[in-house]
């Protein structure tokens, strides 16, 4: 068996990895971490086993004989509880973004690699069934060479008003790094392309202001919306292949969507925009497909236990088993923070983000 420790016992715990590990018959919750003893508490008692232990500091739960941790915290701490992890010869993974800086999740690769443990990061939406069939035809070049990507993580009025999430210093930004991060991965992910060349950002705050505002989750108090409420960034990559990447928690619109992604190549196009939608020409005519994910057929994919979160945490544990890399690789991760860290850089600069050539 699997034992597992869980550190950080708030929603993501909740929502996706406690009921999604709890589903596998491979592992144990064991250990429970969280500054507020009564939520790591109820942790353990909704999804623990009978002798499992609470903690509310972290370094005393590592120093149980545990194989995996979950890091399920602020995005500032993610590198300090990471490191220390690995550190500690665990296997860890860590809740998205990767880090809140670049050079924090470099340290985090080369922990990993000094204690010879995996480290992977919380990106599911690779799990969902129209990331993995547009993979798929990507990998195959249905799609030819991919020249554009567009990434897209829009809320109309959905600004998260709990926790630490409008707090700059705790989470190091607002939509971008907490949404606009799983539409970028994706993005990158499908277009098989981490070699950015600069990035140029934008980011707002607008709607942040407005006090009493209409929000799915209670209006905010404008004094302590200390991050941007939309964020918007142009990415070249080495290549030559353009990103658009869109992000906002709230934003005069109706064209919402998230953890969506399109892509353009010479052969076909593809989009998330309305399910997945395929289109290209044929003999002289244009076309367009629309995959339907509710009628099976598809091969690769498993209709049985298909929730992304579910798959997320079965594809981790059975890279552990069979010392298989994640399907998250770090450095994917780490190319992500360090473009949304250029995008937050250019925004309040004024100025392209270069980035340097690096070797994996």
Same mark, same amino acid.
């Given at each position: 068996?699997?034992?597992?420790?869980?550190?950080?016992?708030?929603g993501?715990?909740? +929502?996706? %990895?406690?009921?999604?590990?709890?589903?596998?018959?491979?592992v144990?919750?064991?250990?429970?971490?969280?500054?507020?003893i009564?939520? #790591?508490?109820?942790?353990?008692?909704?999804?623990?086993?009978?002798?499992?232990?609470?903690?509310?500091?972290?370094?005393?739960?590592?120093?149980?004989?545990?194989?995996?941790?979950?890091?399920?915290?602020?995005?500032?701490?993610?590198a300090?509880?990471?490191? #220390?992890?690995?550190?500690?010869?665990?296997?860890?993974?860590?809740?998205?973004?990767?880090?809140?800086?670049?050079?924090?999740?470099?340290?985090?690769?080369?922990?990993?690699?000094?204690?010879?443990?995996?480290?992977?990061? +919380?990106?599911?939406?690779?799990?969902?069934?129209?990331?993995?069939?547009?993979?798929k035809?990507?990998?195959?070049?249905?799609?030819?060479?991919?020249?554009?990507?567009?990434?897209?993580?829009?809320?109309?009025?959905?600004?998260?008003?709990?926790?630490?999430?409008?707090d700059?210093?705790?989470?190091?930004?607002?939509?971008?790094?907490?949404?606009?991060? %799983?539409?970028?991965?994706?993005?990158?992910?499908?277009?098989?392309?981490?070699?950015?060349?600069y990035?140029?950002?934008?980011?707002?705050?607008?709607?942040?202001?407005?006090?009493?505002?209409?929000n799915?989750?209670?209006?905010?108090?404008?004094?302590?919306?200390?991050?941007?409420?939309?964020?918007?960034?142009?990415?070249?990559?080495?290549?030559? #292949?353009?990103?658009?990447?869109?992000?906002?928690?709230?934003?005069?619109?109706?064209?919402?969507?998230?953890?969506?992604?399109?892509?353009?190549?010479?052969?076909?196009?593809?989009?998330?925009?309305?399910?997945?939608?395929?289109?290209?020409?044929?003999h002289?005519?244009?076309?367009?497909?629309?995959?339907?994910?509710?009628?099976?057929?598809?091969?690769?994919?498993?209709?049985?236990?298909?929730?992304?979160?579910?798959?997320?945490?079965?594809?981790?544990?059975?890279?552990?088993?069979?010392?298989?890399?994640p399907?998250?690789?770090?450095?994917?991760?780490?190319?992500?923070?360090?473009?949304?860290? #250029?995008?937050?850089?250019?925004?309040?600069?004024?100025?392209?983000?270069?980035?340097?050539?690096?070797?994996?």
């Open positions: 068996m699997i034992k597992i420790g869980i550190i950080g016992c708030g993501i715990a909740f +929502g996706k %990895h406690l009921p999604n590990l709890k589903l596998l018959d491979d144990e919750l064991v250990a429970f971490c969280d500054l507020d009564e939520r #790591a508490t109820k942790a353990k008692d909704e999804y623990g086993t009978s002798n499992a232990r609470v903690y509310t500091d972290y370094l005393d739960l590592l120093s149980e004989p545990l194989d995996v941790v979950h890091v399920l915290t602020p995005n500032n701490t993610h300090t509880i990471t490191i #220390a992890a690995l550190d500690h010869k665990k296997h860890v993974m860590c809740e998205k973004p990767m880090a809140k800086y670049a050079s924090e999740a470099r340290e985090m690769i080369a922990a990993a690699k000094r204690n010879d443990k995996k480290l992977t990061v +919380g990106y599911q939406n690779r799990f969902r069934s129209d990331s993995i069939f547009l993979k035809i990507a990998q195959e070049n249905q799609l030819g060479h991919i020249y554009l990507g567009k990434a897209k993580a829009i809320r109309r009025r959905a600004v998260p008003t709990w926790g630490v999430f409008l700059e210093e705790a989470q190091g930004g607002g939509p971008l790094i907490d949404i606009g991060t %799983h539409a970028l991965d994706l993005t990158l992910w499908t277009m098989n392309n981490y070699k950015p060349k990035a140029v950002g934008t980011t707002y705050h607008e709607l942040s202001q407005t006090p009493n505002a209409a799915a989750w209670g209006s905010w108090d404008p004094s302590q919306f200390t991050v941007e409420d939309s964020a918007f960034g142009f990415v070249v990559m080495e290549n030559g #292949a353009t990103i658009i990447l869109e992000s906002s928690w709230a934003l005069n619109t109706l064209d919402v969507g998230e953890a969506k992604t399109s892509l353009y190549g010479t052969k076909m196009g593809a989009d998330m925009e309305q399910g997945l939608r395929l289109n290209g020409e044929e002289g005519a244009l076309y367009q497909k629309n995959i339907d994910f509710e009628i099976g057929g598809v091969d690769f994919y498993d209709s049985k236990g298909t929730e992304p979160g579910y798959l997320e945490a079965r594809a981790w544990i059975d890279a552990i088993t069979m010392d298989t890399p399907v998250v690789d770090p450095y994917e991760a780490l190319i992500v923070t360090e473009i949304l860290e #250029a995008i937050y850089t250019s925004a309040s600069t004024g100025k392209p983000v270069y980035f340097e050539e690096e070797t994996q």
